[in-house]
C-alpha cells in the first residue's frame, strides 16, 4: 500500500479527522496557484495534511501544532517516513499557549473548531502582508445549517453556536475578505486585505 494510502486507513481505524479529500485537494492546489512557500498549520493530528501540502511543490515549508502528544508522536514518524524532516517542523503544545515568531504567506486552522476566533486573532500577526488564512470545518458535518433545537447534544450545539459564531466574525472582519467554499467540510479562505 502506498505511504499516503495508509496514513488515511490509520485515521480512520483510529477516528482521526483528517482532512477529506477534496479539501486536502483543494489546498495543495492553493498553495501552487498563490505560491505559498510558508505554511503554518494549527492542528497536525497524524501529520497528513502537513505531508500533502508539502507535496504541493519543493519549496515548501510547514509549521504545525499538535497538544495530543499521541498524534504528535505518530506526526513526527510519518513526516519521518516521507523524509520530510527538513521541511515539517512540528511542535508540541496547545497552539493558544505558543508563541511564534515567524511570519507566514499561509495560516491553516484545523483545530478545536470551538476556539477559532482565538487561534485566528493569535496568529493574525503572523500572517505576511497579502498573506491567507484559511479555515476547515466550517459546516461541521452539514450541523451549521441545521436549525440548533434539532440538535440534541448540548456540547455539540455549543460548537456549532461557535461556528456560526466565527463565520459572523469573519464576514464583519474589516481586515480580511472572506470566501466560503462548499469544499470538504466547509472551507473558509480569508485574504488579509491591503491597507
Ligand atoms: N490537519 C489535520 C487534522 C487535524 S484534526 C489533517 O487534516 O491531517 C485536529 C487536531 O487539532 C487534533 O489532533 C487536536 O488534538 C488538535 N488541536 C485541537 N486544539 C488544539 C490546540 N489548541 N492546540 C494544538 N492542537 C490542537
Ligand atoms: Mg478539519
New binding site residues.
Given amino acids: 500500500m502506498a505511504m499516503v494510502e495508509e496514513i488515511e486507513k490509520y ?1 480512520k481505524e483510529n477516528n ?4 477529506q479529500k477534496d ?2 485537494n483543494y489546498l495543495v492546489n492553493f498553495i501552487k496557484t498563490h505560491n505559498i512557500k510558508n505554511v503554518l ?10 505531508i ?1 501540502m508539502c507535496m504541493a511543490s519543493e519549496d515548501v515549508k510547514v509549521t ?5 502528544n499521541e ?1 504528535y508522536l505518530e506526526a513526527v514518524s510519518n513526516v519521518n517516513k516521507f523524509h520530510l524532516d527538513d521541511r515539517i517542523s512540528l511542535i508540541f ?4 499557549d505558543l508563541k511564534l515568531d515567524g511570519t507566514y504567506d499561509l495560516i ?1 486552522i ?3 473548531k470551538a ?1 477559532n476566533i482565538k ?1 485566528f486573532e493569535k496568529y493574525k500577526f503572523n500572517l505576511k502582508d497579502d498573506g491567507y488564512i484559511i479555515t ?1 470545518n466550517m459546516n461541521f458535518h452539514g450541523l451549521v445549517k441545521k436549525p440548533l433545537e434539532e440538535i440534541e447534544s448540548k456540547n455539540v450545539r455549543g460548537i456549532v453556536k461557535k461556528i456560526i459564531e466565527y463565520k459572523e466574525f469573519l464576514v464583519t472582519n474589516d481586515s480580511f475578505d472572506t470566501e466560503f467554499l462548499e469544499i470538504g467540510d466547509g472551507i473558509a479562505v480569508s485574504h488579509k486585505e491591503d491597507v
Avoid at 64 to 68: A, C
Fill in positions: 485515521a482521526i479527522p483528517i482532512m479539501g486536502i498549520e494549527i492542528g497536525t493530528a497524524i501529520g497528513y495534511s502537513a500533502m504545525s501544532i499538535e497538544r495530543d498524534r503544545g496547545d497552539a493558544l491553516f484545523d483545530a478545536a476556539q487561534f476547515d
